[in-house]
């Protein structure tokens, strides 16, 4: 009997699964709400889960509040698979994103590596509703790190040198670096090299960071803008074929909220936001351990744009 | 440790321990709401029991993660789909306990009721459920702790409340947060589950000796 | 194609069946975080349930205490060791552990406080000893909820061992995870069906071992007693 009604339980679960999943096919899928129509002077932040991130959009928030904005700053709201949809249907109105991430994510074939072939390739391939605002002169690009333990025992340079050392390096990267082409597909192809084995982190995250310190990982993604880089000692491989593409910082807007005088406060912000000082803002929130905001802040009084 | 980080963060850790209060409260509470009517049902109709015992319970194990994902499309990024994953998980405490609540009241009593001229619903609203209620309550108790300590999972979708102060550790390698976060959990659901306590007195006066 | 159809036709490709990333690897990984966790949390809440079960003493603190154990959330605790312990699967069984302990406390106390004072007596007036009286009388009356605690611990384990794969090792956790990273649907809920089925099959299977281990003398006084 309790088998019988379990099987009938796990029957009526899985109806409801089919039910309520009808076409969602892809997480992208944005929900049904089309959202509604907010006082243009009212702007909600999202931010995804990762400090920098959290940073800029606290930078975007205190420069939007100078000029007379309404600003909401929900911070760490997820992955990009789980914001992106959220922008769509009017949950959020901004958010800080890296132009080639952003890129990969519309199209897995996109190629364009520099900042203007990235924002004209976005340009034509956001879906209708979304504006990317001209990008800022600021990177956090992913770059292919080595400790130098590693570097200097295999001479390692550029990834063009990996190939003296394939099927010997274990490769950790976040879960989708397996499948998409600026991982394991793009390494084969590009530098003809593969790895003994596969190692699914995060995209330059705790993980990925605490297992290249501990070794049990030889390449690891990191990002350029990140901290710890210098403290650790981990060597950057040159990407001569540029694999990599650039990951110029841009905020992207709901339409309806990018108007002139939002284009026009974020072109002021370009004009100051650079990656030198997007890594002192790292320092500040991952070394030093001060909040995001009050970095934000700071810095926004720092560099002369609020006062 | 920094102590001082503490102090220093007071309004913001007391917003995210009232923000997990209210959603603990708003999940506990749509819970009540669905698995009481479920529960009489299935108290009423002997074919029912098994199937509703056993969807609640196969719902709980449904990894969170995959059911906020299944919600997204629906309710987006909002505390209402976090909220509508907290009651799935707090259906198979509150069903079983109700459940066992009513099957508990003695026949007699039921039949002195009827005897009385008490209609069924009557008899449901005025004996079944209110010598039922030390048992719900128990199960309200024990589905508000778990709730209050299941909220940080809706971190991955932004709406983890003080759960979010763990994504912020994680990221920073920076304890303090994750410490603040546990112990205002821990604060939260014994103070929740006294508070309850209370409740379960004033509303069942005739239990006190 | 409907969802369904993508859920299903993930679980018959076949290269999903094989390989260190297919199912019934990623199943081992899954069974083994949960039950060497359910054994530690065994090792560790049983004595403490029965000892205070048997004197009476530290009632009130263990129940409590294994209360407030239940509110420990388990995302937090596992930030919190991996901050201690860096890149080690410890993090996930301090978690997994934490979780499992307090229902097999409270159940294995509950199953001894229900044993009747009559039958501790006669136990006392036969002249059996307290160690006597904890294995041949108590333990044995109290079995069915000792029993019930474990299962209830267990699949609460399986349930919850997909935090596993959040600090990067396996078990069925991986698909959630790189299903999310993927943005491959079917994928996530492929894992999340298998998580589900895992946990009830466990249920049901110590629902089974609960039956067969219980004792013909309570298995007599069941059936007299309906």
């Not at chain 1, 590596?113 to 956090?140: I, S, V």
């Not at chain 1, 600026?182 to 596969?198: A, N, R, S």
């Not at chain 2, 199937?51 to 196969?58: E, I, N, R, W």
């Not at chain 3, 996930?92 to 499992?100: D, I, P, T």
Request: hydrophobic content about 50%; some cysteine; charged content about 15%.
């Amino acid at each position: 009997m309790r088998t019988l009604s379990t099987i009938a339980g796990l029957a009526a679960l899985a109806l409801t699964v089919t039910a309520c999943g009808g076409g969602a096919t892809t997480l992208a899928e944005p929900s049904a709400g089309s959202g509604a129509p907010t006082a243009a002077n009212t702007i909600v932040i999202g931010t995804a889960n990762f400090t920098e991130n959290v940073t800029l959009g606290h930078v975007y928030a205190g420069l939007l509040k100078s000029k007379g904005y309404e600003v909401t700053v929900k911070p760490n709201l997820g992955s990009r698979e789980v914001i992106f949809p959220a922008l769509q249907s009017g949950d959020i109105d901004m958010l800080p994103e890296y132009q080639g991430s952003l890129l990969l994510h519309l199209d897995k074939a996109g190629k364009a590596a520099d900042g203007d072939a990235q924002a004209a390739e976005l340009k034509a391939k956001l879906p209708a509703g979304l504006k990317l605002l001209p990008y800022a002169p600021a990177q956090d690009k992913t770059i292919w790190m080595v400790t130098r333990a590693t570097a200097d025992k295999h001479g390692l340079k550029s990834l063009d040198d990996l190939k003296k050392v394939t099927g010997q390096l274990v490769y950790g990267g976040p879960p989708e670096d397996k499948t998409r082409r600026i991982g394991l597909v793009g390494l084969k192809e590009v530098y003809g090299t593969e790895f003994k084995t596969f190692r699914a982190l995060d995209a330059g995250g705790p993980l990925t960071k605490a297992a290249l310190r501990k070794g049990d990982i030889d390449l690891a993604n990191i990002f350029s803008s990140d901290a710890e880089i210098s403290a650790n000692d981990w060597v950057g491989l040159e990407d001569p074929q540029r694999l990599q593409p650039d990951e110029n910082v841009a905020p992207l807007v709901r339409e309806q909220k990018a108007d002139a005088k939002l284009t026009a406060a974020m072109a002021e912000l370009n004009a100051k936001l650079t990656t030198e000082e997007l890594i002192k803002m790292n320092h500040k929130t991952d070394v030093e351990k001060e909040d995001p905001e009050d970095v934000a802040n700071a810095w926004l009084k720092a560099v002369g744009l609020v006062s | 440790m920094r102590w001082s980080w503490f102090p220093d963060h007071a309004d913001d850790l007391s917003a995210l321990a009232l923000q997990h209060l209210q959603m603990t409260v708003l999940a506990v509470a749509l819970g009540v709401a669905v698995a009481v009517p479920l529960a009489v049902l299935a108290h009423r109709v002997a074919w029912v029991r098994g199937p509703v015992l056993s969807l609640t319970s196969v719902l709980f194990t449904i990894p969170s993660l995959a059911l906020f994902i299944l919600l997204l499309p629906f309710t987006g990024l909002t505390r209402t789909t976090a909220v509508i994953g907290l009651t799935v998980y707090t259906l198979v405490v509150l069903v079983r306990n109700t459940v066992e609540g009513l099957g508990a009241v003695p026949p007699h009593v039921r039949e002195a009721a009827r005897a009385m001229g008490y209609g069924r619903t009557r008899v449901l609203l005025a004996v079944e459920l209110p010598l039922a209620l030390p048992v719900v309550m128990a199960g309200v108790r024990i589905a508000t702790v778990m709730t209050i300590s299941l909220v940080s999972v809706a971190g991955f979708i932004g709406q983890g409340a003080l759960g979010q102060l763990f994504i912020d550790g994680f990221q920073r390698a920076f304890p303090e947060p994750i410490v603040a976060g546990i112990a205002l959990t821990l604060l939260l659901a014994l103070v929740a589950d006294v508070a309850l306590v209370g409740v379960q007195r004033l509303l069942t006066p005739w239990t006190r000796r | 194609m409907g969802l369904l159809q993508q859920i299903l036709g993930w679980f018959t490709q076949a290269g999903h069946w094989s390989g260190p990333e297919g199912l019934p690897v990623r199943l081992l990984e899954h069974l083994e975080y949960s039950l060497l966790s359910t054994v530690a949390a065994a090792l560790i809440g049983l004595p403490i349930g029965l000892y205070i079960g048997h004197t009476g003493r530290g009632a009130f603190l263990a129940i409590n205490l294994s209360g407030f154990g239940r509110a420990l959330p388990t995302v937090g605790l596992v930030t919190l060791v991996f901050l201690v312990s860096g890149l080690s699967i410890w993090p996930v069984y301090v978690a997994l552990v934490v979780l499992a302990v307090p229902a097999i406390v409270t159940n294995a106390y509950a199953g001894m406080a229900g044993v009747e004072p009559e039958l501790r007596d006669a136990a006392r007036g036969m002249g059996m000893t307290g160690w006597q009286r904890l294995w041949q009388v108590e333990v044995p009356v109290a079995l069915p909820l000792i029993l019930t605690g474990v299962r209830l611990a267990a699949v609460q384990v399986v349930a919850t061992a997909t935090i596993a794969a959040y600090v990067s090792f396996g078990g069925l956790g991986r698909y959630l995870f790189d299903g999310l990273a993927q943005r491959d649907l079917p994928q996530v809920l492929a894992g999340a069906i298998a998580v589900a089925v895992l946990a009830v099959v466990t249920d049901l299977c110590l629902a089974a071992l609960q039956r067969t281990l219980l004792p013909r003398g309570l298995r007599l006084r069941r059936a007299a007693a309906t």
